[in-house]
Every structure is written in structure tokens, then in C-alpha cells.
């Protein structure tokens, strides 16, 4: 998703007490970053926060890394994940259990090691690169996904939402490819009863327009 330049950003995170500002230090010892040490969840591509935001809150006794390459977009997060704290009752002060963080997954098993033992991984509404030269870069592209095994921990979920029908599609494919078994698939996540959604800012607006949701959720076999 492009988004524009937001000068405010960069000064924002600087002092934000959430934000990592070398993710090289925490290789291997993310729990290190949190208040206390318990069960440590990935999202990769948060865009504007909301799911993160909404994760922390719904589960205070889960940590979560919500990883991003775009600067302005993590200071949107940032803003986002603070007025989800504060409608809730909370301060941004309350926020200890939730890292913003800056880096491109291309590199993530550079700073996300087998120590970490992340719990589980969330991909909602990544770029579907629909250009067949740029489908390497898709976050489930077959690659990356043998990536992700090398930080998580046996028995760890996968979840990935989209509203795009070839990524979705596609993805499947990659999922069956790196030795990855569905667990659970609906290609109309509001209909399906899944009760554990969930919803994203993205997701709103593209159901708003009539766009069926995808999810599944995948384990190694």
C-alpha cells in the first residue's frame, strides 16, 4: 500500500517508548523488549496498526512484533495503536506488550532468530504483486515461507487474510510447496463463523465494497 510522506513520522517514533529503533540489538532476544517475557507473536506488513493494536489488547498476556518497512506507515501505527489504548481506558504507558518496528522482511531471519521461538505469524492484506516478475516479493511467496520455519516454533500458526483472489489462490500453492499444511480455509471469512477475526482497517473497506474476505490458517506439517 503507498502512503504519503508523513514528516511527522520519524520525529513521532523517535521518542515513542514503543518503537525499536535498532532491531539489530534484539536478534535472538526479543523478549528482551517487552515488559515480561511471555508467548511472542509476528506480524509482518501492520500497515496502519490497527491489528496489532487490537491484538495487545485482547491479549495482554501475549507479546507482539508488528514489523513494517515503511517509516510513515509505522508512524500511523504508532498514533493508531495509542488511540486504541485510550478508547479502551488505557494510556499509551499501558502499552508493554506491542513493538513497532522497522525492517524489511527480504532480511527478517536476520533479526528474528530460532531463540525468539515466535508463536505464531500474521500476513493481513500484504501487497498481492500481481506482475509475474514481482511475485517473489508476495510475504507468502514459497521462499519466504521456508524463511519463516527457520524462528517458528513447532506447531506455530500461520494466519493470512486477503481480498485478492489470484494471491489467495496462488498462495495455496506455495503454502503445498514449502511443506506447509491448511488447517483451516474459508474464501468468505464473514460468512464462515470463524470466530476468532480479527478486523483490519483494510478488511472494513474492502467489504464495505463488496469484496469477500480470504483467510486460511497453516501449520508445518
Known amino acids: 500500500m503507498r502512503i504519503r510522506k508523513k514528516k511527522w513520522a520519524e520525529p513521532e517514533l523517535s521518542v515513542c517508548d514503543f518503537y525499536i529503533k535498532s532491531p539489530d540489538d534484539y536478534a535472538g532476544k526479543w523478549q528482551t523488549a517487552f515488559k515480561k517475557e511471555q508467548p511472542l507473536y509476528l506480524e509482518i506488513g501492520c500497515g496502519k496498526g490497527g491489528f496489532a493494536g487490537q491484538f495487545a489488547l485482547l491479549h495482554p498476556d501475549y507479546n507482539i512484533i508488528a514489523l513494517d518497512i515503511k517509516i510513515d ?4 501505527g ?6 486504541l489504548f485510550e478508547e479502551s481506558g488505557k494510556t499509551a504507558d499501558d502499552i508493554t506488550n506491542l513493538v513497532l518496528v522497522k525492517y524489511n522482511v527480504e532480511q527478517l531471519d536476520a533479526i528474528i532468530r530460532p531463540e525468539d521461538k515466535i508463536e505464531g505469524l500474521f500476513i493481513n492484506f500484504c501487497n498481492p504483486w500481481p506482475r509475474l516478475k514481482h511475485k517473489k516479493r508476495r510475504l507468502t511467496y514459497y521462499k519466504k515461507l521456508q524463511m519463516y520455519k527457520s524462528f517458528l516454533q513447532p506447531g506455530a500458526e500461520i494466519r493470512f487474510k486477503t481480498d485478492d483472489d489470484e494471491l489467495f489462490e496462488e498462495s495455496l500453492e506455495y503454502f503445498e510447496q514449502s511443506g506447509y499444511e491448511i488447517t483451516y480455509l474459508t474464501r468468505d471469512l464473514h460468512a464462515s463463523g470463524f470466530a476468532e477475526n480479527i478486523e483490519t482497517e483494510h478488511e472494513k473497506m474492502f467489504t464495505e465494497k463488496g469484496k469477500k474476505i480470504k483467510f486460511l490458517i497453516a501449520k508445518q506439517k
Open 73 to 76: 506507515m509505522l508512524g500511523v
Open 78 to 83: 504508532r498514533r493508531t495503536i495509542v488511540r
